[in-house]
């Protein structure tokens, strides 16, 4: 099948394909050119991909190409993996538990805690008003309290249908788009 391919204008870089479906016509002259370039190669979508850039690339099989893995990747996945288990606030939680054990076991000097104890009465105090906020919104009328998970039920009930149903979700957004 012949397939459109696009490319950075400037830079040469790869960035995608396209290709016109019964009735339609595309063409390289139809796409816009101010900052893109196109090459017409015959490729099979399901089995073949461009791997390279506008000058150095070629059609490979699917099965052997090579998989990229950026640091990036790696990073978040560590991150949500982490983040699954230990939320931010239960890492801190946890940590401040023990800080707390360790200063009663100590001989610190108090005035060498004024720093900390102030981050925790603060922090103590947001989080209680941010309890109060939360239960106040949800008994006033006039307002309608959304949770997290009411939160997320809605934005997938407004994306339903949308462009990711067609190339899939990316699974480190726990149903979130």
Not at 16 to 35: F, I, K, R, W
Not at 39 to 56: A, R
Not at 100 to 128: F, G, H, P, W
Request: with cysteine; charged share 30%; net charge negative.
């Amino acid at each position: 099948m012949n397939v459109i391919l696009i490319f950075n204008k400037f830079t040469d870089a790869y960035l995608g394909l396209t290709y016109a479906g019964d009735g339609m016509s595309v063409t390289p002259e139809t796409c816009n050119q101010e900052h893109f370039k196109y090459k017409v190669v015959d490729l099979d979508p399901d089995t073949e991909v461009w791997e390279g850039n506008y000058h150095t690339g070629k059609v490979v099989k699917r099965a052997n190409r090579k998989i990229i893995i950026t640091e990036d990747e790696l990073n978040i996945d560590c991150q949500t993996k982490v983040f699954r288990k230990y939320r931010y606030y239960q890492q801190f939680n946890i940590l401040y538990d023990v800080i707390d054990a360790l200063i009663a076991a100590s001989n610190v000097d108090e005035s060498q805690l004024t720093k900390y104890r102030e981050m925790r009465e603060y922090l103590t105090r947001i989080r209680d008003n941010n309890d109060r906020y939360k239960a106040a919104y949800q008994a006033v009328d006039g307002y309608e309290y959304w949770d997290k998970a009411r939160e997320r039920e809605e934005l997938n009930k407004q994306l339903e249908g949308g462009l990711h149903e067609m190339i899939g979700r990316d699974n480190n957004t726990h149903g979130l788009i």
